[in-house]
């Protein structure tokens, strides 16, 4: 009786290596997104250096004169680069929002999950992730009919005159454009996204951690605040970090209420600013005005820079959680 050898590709390893393949598109695709930047953008990178990083001028030098020789590069007169106030500006605006963002998100997942009945629930928590679906454009607009106006006419005045006292508080209230309006739009498009993980994830919780909380005599306060919320802590955190992600590269809604500040740092948190992402969609259309190409290759610059915060910022969230994962498991041993 003869038996049937196996086909060396059979459909297991067809599946496996579908799979592999799947998966290696996206690390492979951030390669290539890498590689063209830091391609593209190395003529700048040479002629900018280091004080690229550390410099707060902007100045695609004078374009009605012919590029002039330096070193192998063809550069206009006058031409200078420069972005630290950009660095300064994203990473302001980011800790604005998520600072705002996480209490809110997770209070209101916590709101959605444990204290609104079920029908209500799914109706209220379709708007909230409704919201997620706004365009980023919209947020913007809307920032500059109400947010701004309100902000510049009524609150910061308020919150100058009261909290003055604070060094980041005193100064000029400004007209509503600034850091901190930034930051409150950033902060009402990223809470969708935390809100509704982190709801799913409580949801998800075993029923038998409420019952053995209120079996204990813990009120429905205490089996939210030192139950529920630990043991999703995990992804309060990697929620955190998504919306971090966001905040780091939207672009259209900060340009449109920050101000667009160039050339120096923020004084006080009603001061004008630039995002790294707000400033290369700004940028555009003046750099390719620049027969050189060296306005539009440092804001390729700029894009690595940002991707490079971006995954310097994951890679560090990362580690944070696992020695935190680590330091309890030892705890608990």
């Known amino acids: 009786m003869s038996l049937r050898r196996k086909s060396p590709l059979s459909g297991a390893h067809v599946f496996r290596a579908a799979l592999a393949l799947a998966a290696g598109v996206l690390p492979a695709a951030l390669i290539v997104l890498l590689a063209f930047l830091a ?12 004080r690229f990083l550390t410099g707060n001028t902007w100045n695609i030098g004078n374009l009605y004169a012919d590029p002039v020789p330096m070193g192998k590069l063809m550069v206009q007169p006058g031409a200078q680069f420069s972005i630290a106030f950009l660095i300064g500006g994203t990473l302001l605006t980011t800790l604005i929002a998520i600072a705002i963002a996480l209490p809110v998100g997770v209070a ?7 204290a609104v009945p079920g029908r209500v629930r799914s109706f209220v928590s379709f708007f909230v992730e409704l919201l997620a679906a706004v365009p980023s454009v919209v947020f913007g607009l809307w920032g500059y009919a109400v947010l701004i106006p309100f902000l510049g006419h009524h609150l910061f005045p308020l919150m100058t005159r009261h909290l003055g006292w604070l060094p980041y508080f005193r100064g000029d209230p400004g007209s509503g454009y600034g850091l901190l309006t930034a930051g409150l739009v950033l902060s009402l498009m990223i809470v969708p996204l935390i809100s509704a993980t982190v709801r799913d994830a409580i949801l998800a919780q075993p029923t038998a951690l409420r ?22 802590r995990r992804v309060i955190f990697g929620a955190t970090i998504l919306a971090l992600g966001r905040a780091l590269g939207e672009t259209m809604a900060v340009l449109m209420v920050s101000g667009n500040a ?21 940028q555009l259309d003046s750099a390719l005005d620049d027969p050189s190409g060296l306005a539009v290759q440092s804001l390729a610059e700029i894009a690595l820079v940002l991707a490079f915060i971006s995954l310097v910022v994951n890679a560090a969230a990362r580690i944070v959680l696992a020695a935190a994962t680590r330091s309890r498991r030892t705890s608990l041993a």
Not at 39 to 50: C, Q, T
Not at 212 to 222: I, K, V
Not at 225 to 231: D, I
Request: aromatic share 16%; glycine share 6%; proline share 6%.
């Open 39 to 50: 391609v593209y953008s190395w003529p700048a990178i040479k002629f900018n250096g280091w």
């Open 108 to 114: 209101s997942a916590l709101f959605l999950a444990e």
């Open 211 to 232: 019952e053995s909380a209120a079996a204990l005599g813990a009120t429905r306060f205490e089996t939210a605040w030192k139950v529920l919320l630990p043991g999703v």
């Open 262 to 282: 160039l050339g120096y740092l923020p004084r006080n948190i009603y001061s004008p600013v630039s995002t790294m992402a707000a400033f290369i969609a700004s």
